[in-house]
Structure formats: C-alpha cells, structure tokens
C-alpha cells in the first residue's frame, strides 16, 4: 500500500472522528497532522513532477551533431529518456493519489466547537486580504505581506486591530478552554540588508521573532500568556513552490493553530518581574552565583 493510499485511508477514520464535534488535543493534532501531510505532499509532487518534465523535454530537444537516425538507435539515450518517462508516469501517480488524499482532508468535519467556528470564519472574511481560516486545522492565517512590512516584525495597525478581535473571540465561552499556537513562516529568500540582518540573521529568527511580535499583541489584548506559544519554521515549510529570487508571498505568513489547553495552571508566589526587597545590611551585596547555579548560564 502506498503512503498515499494509507493516508487516505487514515483520513477517512479522521473523517469518522470529526463528526463527533469538540476533540481532545491529541485528536486535534492527529488530524491537523494528517492534513497538512496530505497538503504538502501535493507540493512537493508536483514541484518534481515539474522538474521531470523540464528533464525529458531537455532531452527530447537536446542538439548533437549525429544524424537522427543514430540518436534514435543510441541505447544510452533511450535507456535515459526511458527511465525519465517512467518516473514522470510514476509521479503522475503519485500526485492523482495525493490529491484524492487531499480531498478526503478536505471533507473533514471542523474540529472546532460551532459557535467558535463561526466566529472564526466572520472574522477572517471581515478582511480576507490578510487572514483566511481553515476549520479542518483549527488554523487562521495571517499573510505576512499585509501585517508585516518587509524583514520587520512591526505589526500594521490593521493586523493589530484584527488580532485584537482574535484575542475576543478566544475568551468567549468555550473558547477559553483553548491555546493558540503561533507558527512563523518565511519564503527562501536570504536576508541581505545589514540592518535587518543584525536583528534577524536568518529566516529562522525572522519567522520566530515575527511570531513573538503577534504573541506581543494577543497579550496586549489581554490573553493570558499560559494560553499561548510560539514557534518558527523558517522556510522549510513552504506551501507553494518558491521562485528563485523572489520567494512566494504565500509562504510569508503567520499561522495560528488553536487546539484544546491541557494546562493547568500554577501560580507563583513571587513573580519574575517583581523586584527581590532590598537586604537588611546597610551595606548591599551582591552574592556570586555558583557554577551550578541556573544565572551563572544566563
């Protein structure tokens, strides 16, 4: 059985699963999982189904000073174009296989509670340039063109707003039994500029600095920070086939993935940003931290 038909397959029990309403974590992640596979491998198919075709019609098409006679009799040729027409027919397959994955994936039932769902589809068609939400991952998607200038984390005033009303949505009923995982992404186009590449080297700092500048505002919004994380993938997970020098826009975005909280919390006595009482000496002093000691390493 291929990874394609058993993804298929395992969608289908997914499918089973998310007509049941509300999942637990665990189920939440499985079927985002299965999803996104079955998305990716699409990518990824048709950029080397693409790239096949490029190489047999090279082949096809190459000059050479032999008569035609002779190329068409020349065993070495014919076993290359051979093999590349039979991974070209293999990868054909593989995409048609794909894509019936993907649909499956597509037929899922939200994973989400109703009300949040809805809620969550009006805000994302309130201003569809920038955000769009995907109820089969529990996922809405900032477009990092239009909520970012380029190489800042700077939020524009309307992503702030549109996360401010994602921050109100998140405490109403249900929806405060749920987390938001901020995930950044970035094209492959290699940061240059000295001044963007002092505060981001790579795009792996950009994607996870972007996506603590929107954890920034979600607290601002008044989220509680237990309910939120952040994360970064750089370029490694693009969406769309990036071009050589200009990247993708729609690989430049910021995803947020809501899933069930199993946190519970735990309140600190003293918190971190409350300044130690000052010694009782008249005389202060400043205790060296030994070599085990977790400042020693900060």
Known sequence: MTYTKTLAWTLTAGMMLGSFGCVSQKQADDLQTLYRRSQEQVIDLKAQLEECNKRVVAMSSTPTPQPQ??????????????????????????????QQALIAASQISPILPAQMDNDLQQLAQSNGAMMQYDSKLGMIKFASDMTFAPGSTTISAQAQANLAKLAQVMEKGSAQKYELRIVG?????????????????????????????????????????VRLQVA????????????????????????????????????NTVSSDTPEAAPASTVPTTPVPSPTSPEAFK
């Open 185 to 225: 992404h970035t094209d492959n186009v290699r940061i240059a500029k000295p001044s963007t590449k002092a505060a981001h080297p790579t795009n792996w700092h950009l994607s996870v600095h972007r996506a603590i500048a929107v954890k920034d505002i979600l607290t601002k919004a008044g989220l509680d920070p």
């Open 232 to 267: 970064g993938n750089g370029e490694y997970r693009p969406v769309q086939p990036n071009s050589a020098r200009r990247g993708n826009s729609a690989n430049r975005r910021v995803e947020i993935y809501i899933v069930p909280l199993n946190y519970t919390k735990v309140e």
């Open 69 to 98: 006679t002779q190329i068409v009799q020349d065993p070495n040729l014919i076993a290359q174009l051979e093999s590349l027409r039979a991974e070209r027919s293999r990868l054909n397959q593989a995409l048609a296989e794909a």
